[in-house]
């Protein structure tokens, strides 16, 4: 019996229901992504308890053991990178990111697929952010699906690369939330590091939709303040 409240029925059932027009050769596309969304959310499940078996003194030997593979192979795979700060609701934006790439046939990550990660993402603070002041989640979208390069010829397998200037967006997104005293990256620290980033496709989308960086950071600011201090009343 699998340890996962999930099985295949359930899942076959949700895609069918999802498109119900669609004929077998789109369902097999759509199956595809999401078999891919599925192996992202496992490796970040991995990466969570590999740190932290990391925090109570575990050796690479041992989780490698743990895992199956060499020590080796579970430093490259599992060692702390870029995301290791990032909350949980950002880091499945990230996977977000990334099957929105996927799903427009990008052969690459760019700061507007990161955009439509956190509108995919609606229990985070950038969602609610974005959505206050546009008033239309719809809105932000079309804005995103105007400024976006065209469809590519065929979908990518497998890991998909970010753009330099999505990286830049996740450094900008560290030194948003150390900028902020927090000890943590949220889907807020995101959207501040892709206004930041002026080369990226999703500042001129943010700016368009009249958003500004030093705007979006005073409402962030404020937004955490007021839910630490509710959390500790």
């Given at each position: 019996?699998?340890?996962?409240?999930?099985?295949?029925?359930?899942?076959?059932?949700?895609?069918?229901?999802?498109?119900?027009?669609?004929?077998?050769?789109?369902?097999?596309?759509?199956?595809?992504?999401?078999?891919?969304?599925?192996?992202?959310?496992?490796?970040?499940?991995?990466?969570?308890?590999?740190?932290?078996?990391?925090?109570?003194g575990?050796?690479?030997?041992?989780?490698?053991?743990?895992?199956?593979?060499?020590?080796?192979?579970?430093?490259?795979?599992?060692?702390?990178?870029?995301?290791?700060?990032?909350?949980?609701?950002?880091?499945?934006?990230?996977?977000?990111?990334?099957?929105?790439?996927?799903?427009?046939?990008?052969?690459?990550i760019?700061?507007?697929?990161?955009?439509?990660?956190?509108?995919?993402?609606?229990?985070?603070?950038?969602?609610?952010?974005?959505?206050?002041?546009?008033?239309?989640?719809?809105?932000?979208?079309?804005?995103?699906?105007?400024?976006?390069?065209?469809?590519?010829?065929?979908?990518?397998?497998?890991?998909?690369?970010?753009?330099?200037?999505?990286?830049?967006?996740?450094?900008?997104?560290?030194?948003?939330?150390?900028?902020?005293?927090?000890?943590?990256?949220?889907?807020?620290?995101?959207?501040?590091?892709?206004?930041?980033?002026?080369?990226?496709?999703?500042?001129?989308?943010l700016?368009?939709?009249?958003?500004?960086?030093?705007?979006?950071?005073?409402?962030?600011?404020?937004?955490?303040?007021?839910?630490?201090?509710?959390?500790?009343?």
């Amino acid at each position: 019996m699998s340890p996962l409240d999930i099985s295949l029925a359930d899942l076959i059932a949700r895609l069918d229901e999802e498109l119900p027009e669609a004929d077998q050769l789109a369902r097999i596309s759509e199956a595809r992504l999401r078999a891919q969304t599925l192996s992202d959310l496992g490796d970040q499940l991995i990466d969570h308890y590999v740190s932290k078996a990391k925090q109570t003194g575990a050796s690479w030997t041992e989780i490698g053991d743990a895992i199956g593979v060499s020590k080796q192979a579970a430093q490259q795979r599992h060692a702390p990178a870029a995301f290791e700060r990032f909350t949980n609701l950002n880091r499945h934006s990230i996977v977000l990111a990334q099957e929105a790439a996927r799903t427009h046939k990008h052969d690459s990550i760019g700061t507007e697929h990161m955009l439509l990660g956190l509108l995919g993402e609606p229990r985070g603070l950038a969602y609610e952010v974005l959505v206050a002041k546009t008033e239309s989640e719809q809105r932000i979208r079309e804005a995103i699906e105007e400024a976006m390069a065209p469809a590519g010829a065929k979908a990518l397998r497998g890991h998909i690369a970010f753009r330099p200037e999505s990286k830049e967006a996740i450094e900008q997104a560290h030194r948003a939330s150390a900028d902020l005293g927090h000890d943590w990256v949220g889907t807020e620290h995101t959207l501040l590091g892709l206004i930041r980033t002026e080369q990226g496709l999703a500042a001129q989308i943010l700016r368009n939709l009249g958003f500004t960086a030093d705007e979006l950071r005073e409402t962030v600011k404020s937004e955490i303040t007021e839910r630490l201090a509710a959390r500790d009343k």
